[in-house]
C-alpha cells in the first residue's frame, strides 16, 4: 500500500524555508519534537527556530515531519493579584 505523504526527509528538502513545522527524531533513549520555523537546510540536516532556540536536526535521525498552522498569539500578561479583568 502506497502513501500519497512525502516521507519526512522529502518534506523537509522540498518545504520552503520559513515554513512552521514540527519534526521528530530520534534521541538517545527516544524521541523528540521540534516545533517551529524551518530555518536553514543542509543535505544532512536541517535547522528549526523553536521559541527557546535553534534546534539542529540530524535528516538520518527524522521519523516524522510536517507543516503546522501558525502559532496562536500569546496571552496578554495578568495584571498583578493574578486576577484577570473584569
Known amino acids: 500500500m502506497s502513501s500519497s505523504m512525502p516521507v519526512p526527509q522529502e518534506f523537509l528538502a522540498a518545504a ?3 515554513t ?3 519534526v521528530r ?3 538517545e533513549g527516544g524521541l523528540t519534537d521540534a516545533l517551529g ?5 543542509t543535505d ?3 535547522t528549526i527556530r523553536t521559541r527557546r532556540t535553534d534546534v539542529v536536526v540530524p535528516l538520518a535521525l527524522v521519523v516524522a515531519a510536517k507543516q503546522v498552522p501558525p502559532a ?5 500578561p ?3 493579584g493574578g486576577h484577570a479583568l473584569p
Open 37 to 41: 520555523e524551518l530555518v536553514a537546510r
Open 20 to 22: 512552521r513545522v514540527v
Open 44 to 46: 544532512l540536516g536541517c
Open 78 to 80: 495578568r495584571p498583578p
Open 25 to 27: 527524531y530520534q534521541v
Open 72 to 76: 496562536p498569539p500569546r496571552r496578554a
Open 16 to 18: 520552503e524555508l520559513g
